[in-house]
């Protein structure tokens, strides 16, 4: 009898001790729209690999007795019908209440349904100016007309004056080369030629004779994705030496351009691989560790916004309301607008849906991305 | 109008044609002796591709990833016309459910390519790219590769098809079905030889256009709608209109910008390619079908 009341006691003391394991804590689902496969799809793995790490670091301890559990939706590399088809299940069988988006058109294309039904939505790598301003969406990612200025004015100041540009048929290249193009005549150049093209298309030699004919001073390409690498590679195949600039650079580009991109110029928000920020190290750590590589800047996005949607939970929860309710969610942020931030600092969101993060030149040199000119 | 303009993008519409042009007859050869809507032959260009840039991936040269991806294709034709399209055939299956099962096929095996191979681009890189010039005209030697290529291998298919026995064969069933299976000719054993050739020149094709733009998992969605384009462009049932097709289509997509927007490049060739169906819906040089 003894002997089983210290087996009870016994059991009973490790029920206590394993207590919290055995508790299941509730699910806060998320969506994230992204483009997994076509020619962007560079983007959405490596968005998505950000995200995964954040989420297996924050599941460890858990926010608010909260686990997160993400749902991954591809829109197409672009696709509005695929990423609205996405927000539907996401809302419908998920019963997501943010959602993590990307590139402009399907970011657009689901933020009416969003407003209706109060789903908040990030977005850390659309950079169409027509992002802003709209209820419930908040960008994480600096937009167009933010940062193509940046890489214009540079080029200006270097004596260039005529300009080419060519862009795919999409809202953000669409909406860049718009702001691109008042610019730089703005400044005083000349815009000489205009091409939009298909997404997605790889055959740019006739784009590129038609550029050869203009012989602009430089090359403004506002494409996403790999396109930009094929609109490079044709270019220089036709012994065009004019500098090309544009606002993309995905990692897997020079596959496309092998030596080609030499010198191509993009201005973007800076991620700092090197900084020594411990919150940041540990990320490049992890990211390191995981990938083999170290991450980009829309890898630390999409890990940013993981955290940044982990304050809010914590926010709401401590409130006693919901987080699993977007309109709860989205007025967490304005408790307090400043996020930590893994570039290092805080990260401010503003009332217009935009934030400020640095912006920096590069170049591409040996095939990598190298610093030119730090902006702001 | 700039005349260098007008020369480069003369030789640029007769590089992308020849291709074109390759493309339209491989699927001609196979549409006009099968009569099968081969919706899952741009599959043939995406499983010769990636063979090809494993193969070079694995340390084979030029020659070995060539051979891979040219057997590959071939084998994939004849396995699907065997396997798929022939069974459907003897039960009077309709042209409809032939056509969604070559487009089964066609999604499957991409999305088979997606999960295998992951959604990376996959470069070839087994031929040394230099930029050539011709008078106000610039080119590349995989450019010329390709051209060459294209013409070579049609060449050499114009004279299988019109000196060999098994070629004269392919002429007679695509002529008349009927009447070779009367006169003795095993239709099976022709349709097994189109679908051969075709995917032939469909992995040839394949193979010279990853020499320059890597493999992805859904490009063979693109050369898939260029051949069946070209072929209804330049009249089903003439493999000489296909090629004509190709060269028109490759010309048209290049010159149309000496004139209107890049944008207007896809609008401009569909355009024509929907006036030349409604004015003489044979396409250019095929046959009224009674």
């Given at each position: 009898m003894k002997r089983l009341s210290v087996l009870l006691a016994g059991l009973m003391t490790l029920a206590l001790l394993a207590g919290p394991a055995w508790a299941k804590d509730k699910e806060f689902p998320f969506g994230a729209i992204l483009a997994m496969t076509g020619s962007g799809s560079w983007y959405g793995l490596t968005m998505e690999k950000g995200c995964k790490i954040a989420i297996d670091e924050i599941n460890k301890k858990g926010v608010a007795g909260w686990k997160f559990k993400m749902y991954v939706e591809d829109h197409k590399s672009g696709l509005t019908t695929p990423a609205q088809n996405a927000f539907r299940k996401m809302t419908s069988i998920y019963k997501t209440p943010a959602i993590l988006s990307s590139f402009s058109a399907p970011t657009l294309s689901i933020m009416p349904a969003a407003r209706q039904q109060k789903v908040l939505v990030f977005n850390g790598g659309a950079s169409s100016p027509k992002l802003i301003n709209i209820p419930f969406l908040h960008n994480t990612r600096m937009l167009g007309n933010e940062i193509v200025p940046a890489t214009l004015q540079y080029l200006w100041d270097k004596g260039y004056r005529t300009m080419a540009t060519i862009y795919a048929n999409q809202t953000a290249p669409i909406s860049i080369?718009?702001?691109?193009?008042?610019?730089?005549?703005?400044?005083?150049?000349?815009?000489?030629?205009q091409q939009m093209h298909e997404t997605g298309a790889t055959d740019f030699a006739s784009e590129a004779s038609v550029i050869q004919a203009k012989k602009p001073d430089i090359i403004g390409c506002w494409s996403t994705g790999l396109d930009v690498g094929y609109v490079i590679k044709a270019v220089r195949k036709l012994g065009i030496k004019a500098p090309i600039c544009g606002t993309e650079h995905s990692g897997d580009m020079e596959k496309v351009t092998g030596p080609a991109s030499e010198g191509y110029l993009f201005a973007s928000e800076f991620f700092d691989i090197n900084s020594s920020d411990p919150w940041t190290k540990s990320f490049v750590a992890e990211f390191k560790k995981r990938h083999n590589v170290a991450p980009?800047?829309?890898?630390?996005?999409?890990?940013?916004?993981?955290?940044i949607l982990k304050d809010l939970v914590e926010r709401v929860a401590k409130k006693g309301g919901n987080p699993l309710s977007g309109a709860a969610l989205e007025a967490a942020i304005w408790d307090n607008p400043r996020f930590k931030s893994i570039y290092g600092g805080y990260i401010e969101f503003r009332k217009n849906g935009t934030c400020s993060k640095p912006v920096v030149l590069f170049t591409i040199k040996n095939g990598k991305p190298v610093i030119l000119k730090k902006q702001s | 109008m700039q005349l260098d303009l007008v020369a480069q993008l003369l030789a640029r519409g007769l590089i992308t044609g020849s291709v074109y042009a390759m493309l339209g007859v491989s699927w001609g050869i196979i549409y006009n002796t099968t009569r099968t809507f081969h919706f899952a032959h741009g599959l043939v260009y995406g499983m010769a591709a990636y063979l090809a840039v494993s193969m070079a991936a694995l340390g084979?040269?030029?020659?070995?990833?060539?051979?891979?991806a040219l057997a590959g294709s071939v084998l994939m034709g004849v396995l699907m016309e065997q396997w798929a399209y022939r069974p459907m055939r003897r039960k009077n299956a309709s042209q409809l459910s032939i056509f969604l099962t070559a487009m089964g096929i066609m999604v499957a095996g991409q999305s088979l390519i997606h999960l295998f191979y992951g959604p990376d681009s996959r470069p070839l890189k087994l031929m040394h790219e230099k930029v050539l010039t011709l008078g106000s005209m610039t080119f590349t030697s995989i450019d010329l590769v390709a051209v060459f290529t294209s013409w070579a291998a049609m060449i050499l298919l114009a004279l299988f098809?019109?000196?060999?026995?098994?070629?004269?064969?392919?002429?007679?069933?695509?002529?008349?079905?009927?009447?070779?299976?009367?006169?003795?000719?095993?239709?099976?054993?022709?349709?097994?030889?189109?679908?051969a050739l075709g995917s032939f020149l469909m992995g040839l094709a394949a193979f010279v256009s990853t020499l320059e733009m890597p493999a992805t998992p859904y490009v063979?969605?693109?050369?898939?709608?260029?051949?069946?384009?070209?072929v209804f462009l330049g009249g089903v049932g003439s493999l000489v209109g296909a090629v004509l097709g190709g060269l028109?289509?490759?010309?048209?997509?290049?010159?149309?910008?000496?004139?209107?927007?890049?944008?207007f490049k896809l609008v401009v060739t569909f355009a024509v390619l929907f006036l030349v169906i409604i004015v003489r819906p044979q396409g250019i040089l095929g046959e009224k079908t009674s």
């Open positions: 080369n718009e702001t691109a193009v008042k610019y730089w005549q703005k400044l005083g150049g000349k815009v000489v030629s980009d800047f829309y890898a630390a996005n999409y890990y940013e916004l993981v955290y | 084979a040269g030029l020659f070995l990833s060539l051979l891979a098809l019109t000196r060999s026995k098994a070629g004269t064969m392919i002429r007679a069933v695509a002529s008349n079905p009927e009447k070779a299976t009367f006169i003795g000719i095993n239709t099976h054993r022709i349709f097994l030889l189109a679908f063979g969605i693109q050369a898939l709608l260029m051949s069946f384009i070209t028109a289509l490759g010309l048209l997509e290049s010159m149309v910008l000496l004139v209107l927007p890049a944008q």
